[in-house]
């Protein structure tokens, strides 16, 4: 009997170190494995850490998180992957007796009202005695249950599309400063198929966002975490885990180094890829690759692709980005006022205010801070708002005050303070997206081992990027193998 022939491993670069580009080596190793094909990763991150915008701070007792600091259990792909890497015993859900959120709103906080589900009121009784929304305003939402659905395709804006349903006030009161908070854009050019498509579904199957979600809503969490749940060391924990799996695996980890260019070769006419990918370095050096994944920001990606696709190089510049700051703040215990509960608060845009949202962070959740003090989470920047980032530290760290100070009462004096920007760093989903993908995707159609994955896409959360991350894996998996890993 002949013998078989031995197969050179499949060589993936990976481009971004990221959460997508970690998660992507991650399944690319796992995959490859139940698939029997032999595989290695190249990761090629441009700073000086892995993790992208995960970024945890120990500083004393106090557990700080710059970047995302929980992420949706209701998407399961986070959870999944903890598990996978022996973190579920390490998970912690939020403070279960300090769930109440607010909106700061025509002078005061307000709790958002029970029967909120998720953006959409399922009872309007509530809404009534919390005063986020006029008499004129509760009636306008009420219309929900009979104004008839939109029958036009086509993409809308998550302003025009919420306010259609549930009227002005209640977008801008309510709607937008949650929207804010996730996406830190103008709901104006947001796009509704983007971001929300279950609430575009709900109102052509039931012809009514209340009666939609009264008929979605779901019983309660079968895997017993709430809706935000975070990893007790920060969640750096994540990234550090998946490194060491990496690590194991013998991937081969770059930092501080810079792709400047990428260039393909035909290597075949008949073989399912065709084409070698050559990655040119800052310093110089080649790195040659059967594939390359981009889990790179758009704006990235978009230089690397342009001698292969002007078209797809053009749509992926488009994609705007907006920049946003962190300022975490730690005080004395004992030192704020009686506003300071729950979970934190809201701001809508029509206040006019530098605030997008606070966090009651050692309220949320347990151990960021030990009882002695009190960590407080600020957001702020975002589209329309980022001339503040020009401030310095001092000046950012001022203004906070004043807005916890007008709006919660905390006077205090802040023990820590510490200010983190994010510069480019939250992805537009403005109308059309979801085309423009389409299009980006059928103008790199001729080069099979080239994917795009990260939060510029499909999804700017946790959950999200790690399932871009792993359909990416699972794609080139499939071109290797012919098809073979079902």
């Known amino acids: 009997m002949a013998a078989q022939p031995t197969h050179s491993p499949k060589h993936v670069a990976i481009v971004g170190g990221g959460i997508a580009g970690l998660a992507a080596a991650f399944n690319l190793y796992e995959q490859a494995a139940s698939a029997g094909l032999p595989l290695t990763c190249t990761l090629i991150e441009a700073g000086r850490d892995w993790g992208g915008k995960i970024v945890t701070h120990r500083v004393g007792d106090l557990t700080i998180e710059a970047g995302p600091d929980s992420f949706l259990s209701q998407k399961p792909w986070a959870l999944e992957l903890c598990t996978k890497l022996g973190l579920a015993g390490r998970l912690i859900n939020t403070n279960d007796h300090q769930k109440k959120t607010f909106v700061y709103s025509r002078g005061r906080l307000r709790e958002l009202p029970e029967g ?9 009784g509530p809404f009534l005695k919390s005063g986020l929304i006029s008499w004129p305003g509760i009636a306008r939402m009420g219309l929900d249950l009979v104004l008839p659905a939109r029958r036009t395709d086509g993409d809308e804006s998550l302003a025009s599309f919420f306010s259609r349903r549930l009227g002005r006030e209640a977008f801008e009161r309510v709607v937008e400063p949650l929207m804010a908070g996730i996406y830190a854009g103008d709901a104006t050019q947001i796009s509704l198929r983007a971001t929300f498509p279950r609430f575009l579904d709900l109102e052509r199957k039931h012809g009514s966002l209340i009666r939609g ?3 979605s809503r779901p019983a309660g969490s ?15 924990e994540l990234v550090r885990a998946l490194l060491a799996r990496l690590t194991a695996a013998d991937a081969r980890l770059m930092t501080q180094q810079s792709v400047a260019a990428m260039r393909v070769r035909q290597t075949s006419t008949n073989h399912p890829i065709g084409w070698t990918y050559d990655l040119t370095l800052e310093n110089g050096s080649v790195i040659s690759a059967d594939a390359v994944v981009l889990a790179t920001p758009a704006f990235v990606s978009s230089d690397l692709v342009r001698p292969l696709s002007p078209i797809a190089s053009g749509l992926l510049g488009a994609i705007p980005f907006a920049s946003t700051v962190t300022v975490s703040l730690a005080y004395k215990e004992g030192t704020l006022g009686a506003e300071v509960s729950g979970f934190g608060f809201v701001v ?5 205010c530098d605030l997008l949202a606070a966090t009651w962070t050692s309220l949320k959740w347990p151990h960021r801070a030990p009882a002695s003090q009190m960590l407080v989470r600020c957001y702020l920047g975002g589209v329309g708002r980022e001339a503040i980032l020009q401030e310095d530290d001092r000046a950012l760290v001022r203004r906070v005050r004043e807005d916890l100070q007008r ?5 205090g004096e802040p023990a820590y303070a510490e200010v983190n920007r994010w510069e ?8 059309g997206h979801l085309d423009r993908l389409d299009t980006i995707q059928r103008s790199l159609d001729r080069y099979p081992g080239l994917v795009l994955a990260g939060a510029s896409y499909r999804g700017i959360g ?3 990027c790690i399932r ?19």
């Open 468 to 486: 871009d991350g792993a359909d990416a894996a699972t794609g080139l998996i499939r071109l290797f193998t012919g098809g073979r890993n079902q």
């Open 462 to 464: 946790i959950p999200d």
């Open 424 to 431: 480019r760093g939250m992805p537009q989903y403005t109308l």
């Open 213 to 215: 979600m009264l008929a």
């Open 222 to 236: 079968s895997s017993g975490r709430t809706m935000f749940v975070t990893l007790q060391d920060g969640l750096v």
């Open 116 to 124: 909120l589900v998720v953006i959409v009121p399922t009872k309007l």
């Open 348 to 352: 809508p845009r029509v206040e006019r």
């Open 407 to 411: 709006m919660a009462g905390v006077t």
